[in-house]
Each structure stands twice: as C-alpha cells, then as structure tokens.
C-alpha cells in the first residue's frame, strides 16, 4: 500500500455550511438583546440603547442577507468562514466598546469565534483571527463607553483587575485555539485513516470474493471443455477423409485447450479461497508475504522455533483483513530494511504468534509509543526510501485491520537505543509482533477437520 504524506489541517474547506454559522448568529442576537433588556430594566444601566441596538440590527440584516440570498445548503469556502467570524468578533467588540469594555462580564464571549475558527480553518487563518481578537480586546482597556446606573455611579473594577481580564482572556483566546484545532485535527485525522482503512478491506475483500469466483468457473467449465475436447477428438478420427470439415473440428478442440489454460491460469489465485477458507498460519503468513518477496530483499520463515514436527501447526481462517495486515507488516518491514526480514511464526497452547524483524535502522525512539496512530512518523531519516515521506498510515491499517481479528500489536526495536547502529544482517531492527489466542481459530481448526462437501454450481 502506497502511503503519502497527508496533513488534516489543508483539508478543511469546505467543512462548514452557511446554515450552521447563520443558527449561532442568532442564538448570539437574542442573547444580545435580552442582556440588553435585563442590564437595562432590572439592573437600572443607563446605556445608549440606540447604538447597541444599531450594531445588533448589523448582524440582523447579514443574517437576513445571507439567509435569503445564499441556498441553507451553501458550504463555505475559507475565506467566507473567515470573513464571517471576522464580523462577529468586530460586531461583539463594538457592543463591548458601548457596554463598559473589560468591565463587562459578557467580554469573555470574544473567545467563541476563535474557537470556531480553530475547529474549521487552518492553523495560519485561526492565527490571524486570534491575533486580531487579542488586539481587539487590548483597544477595550483603553476606549470603552463606561457602565453607569441612572444615579450616575460609574461601575468599574479596579486597574489590576481589569489588566487581569486582559491576560486571561488572550490566555483563553490562545489556549483556546491550540487545543480545539489540536483536537479537530487528531478527530479528523483518525476519520480519514480510518475511511482508508475501510477502503483497503474492502479491496481485499472484493479481490477474495473474484479468485472464489473465478476459481469456481474454472471448476464447473472444465467438464463441458473436457466433453468439447473428447467429442472433437473423435470427429477428427472420423473425418480423415473430409480434410474441409477436419480443420474446423481441429480449431475448436485447440480453443478448447485454450480455453482450458486460461481458465486453469485465472483460477490459480483463487482456488484456495474456495477449497480452504482455512489453511496452516506458516501458508497464510507465506501468502500474505509473497508481493513482496522478489523486492531485493529475503525473507526468511522460521516456523514453530526450529520444531522437526509441524504436524501440530495451528489452522486459522483465511480473512481479508488477516492478510491485508500482515501484507502491510511485511511491505514495512522491507521497505526499511538493509537486507534480510524474518519472519517468526510460534505457537503454544495457548497463543499462536507472528514477529517480523529486519535488519533496519528501526523505529525512532521519538514515536515508537505512537505507532499504530495515523500519520505519525514512524522511522528515522536514515531508513526512509527517496522521495518517501511515512506517516504511519501503513502501520494504522495494519494494527488496525490485525486487531479486528483478535490480534494483539506490538512494537519495539531489536536493539537498544543507545548501541551503535546494527550492522545489515542482524536482527536488530524494528520488531512487531501480532499475537492471537489459539481459542480464536478454534472454528476454524473445527472446519479443517471436516468434508468439505459438495461443490455449488454458479447460478446463471
């Protein structure tokens, strides 16, 4: 599987519909209004009803405006999303700037459209918006219509608390915007690796599901060619003497063998998918290693630790996701090695396991406890392949398709981290070991023991 290097954060345009955007402006409008009304009729501040509510109706009429002029379904493209949290911050300041700046509780509010900025733009826009929400917010220190009663008392809180809302609030505006794009980014990205993940069963599945197909018309055509060949066979005895008609019954039983080899050469690959759902491990790991045996490097199988009797060898089914993942193991392990891979297959009562290790720089100690999360970088610089950027894609699908089997993963290098460098041929490279219950294959060691039964034919 091909791997390219993918950051979530370019990938957000588009996300946001107008609709969504249009709902929370309105929710702020009410809020707006009826802090207005409250601050004004039970709490007796005396405040320029009139320019607030000329900034309210400001975001009244872009609401109407993009209401009614833009289809509910519209997603917004980068700069849209901007623009639109761009208003709102400035909207909310002014209202700010009317009602008392700092000194009013409802401030902290500037902090939401950030927040929506860092779920939905990039990190280089997010950091635009909060940069001028923190200036925005550093003018309200200064220019502000002061919050007064009708008795004319001023309300105020003292200078260091208003330098402390200051700082809290760019703490919030900044903390704010890290955490919530870190986080949209992490949910994103699992998002994507695992719609890839899905992609890659599913292909296996569909390329198991043809060979099964395949294999099987090449089953239940082979005795009608066979009759074709034994009836063509007797016509040319019989014809000799009619050279006009032995050279078409000629060309029909050579189609007929024709027929016959491509049949038997398109059912090679599936033909054990449909007369053993279950094999040995040592030939599923075989199967799933063999696309890349011929890369340049050599594989070596070690099975059941140097035992002489294989006769106990653990059978389990032949899933999709079984050797799609272990196919991925092995396609690391080569892409990174010097030279050899080895490929363990052990087994006891209780468990049966698969290790693969090469002879390679192994796994950064940097990230070796992240592996298995998408787009990590897994290996060091030195054992990358030119012009390859791993993000651990490979290494998610894999983990992740082998443990919906009941695997369990591991991974760990061969060699300490403070040892100089192992040399091409030692087993001192990246180690990743999948291990299963035996119970887990009970079914299919079941199913080994029993017929077979009766072939199906194809249904026309």
Known sequence: MVEAAYNPSQHRSNWVRLRTLIVLRWIAIFGQLAALTIAQRMFDLQLNIGLCFLVIGASIVANLVAEFVYPENKRLSELEVAGMLAFDIIQLWCLLALTGGLNNPFALLIIAPVAISAMALKPITTACIAAGSV???????????????????????????????????????????????????????????????????????????LGGVVAAAAHELGTPLATIKLASGELIEELEDRPELLEDVTLIRDQADRCRDILRSMGQAGKDDLHMRQAPIAAVIREAAEPHAHRGKELHFDVGGGKGDLSDQPIIDRRPEIIHGLRNLVQNAVDFAHSHVWIDILWNDDYLTVRIIDDGPGFSASVINRLGDPFVRRRKKSGQRPGYEGMGLGLFIAKTLLERSGAEMSFANGRDPFEPLAEPGDRAGAVVEARWRRSDFAAAEQAERMALGENRPIQA
Not at 174 to 182: S, T
């Open 135 to 209: 200036l925005l917010v550093a003018v309200l220190t200064v220019f502000y219509v002061p919050l007064t009663t009708t008795e004319g008392v001023v309300l105020s809180v003292p200078e260091m608390f208003l330098f402390g809302s200051l700082i809290s609030i760019t703490i919030g505006i900044v903390f704010l915007a890290i955490y919530a794009g870190r986080v949209t980014s992490e949910v994103h990205a699992m998002s994507d690796a695992l719609a890839a993940t899905q992609m890659a069963l599913a292909r296996e599945q569909k390329l198991t599901d």
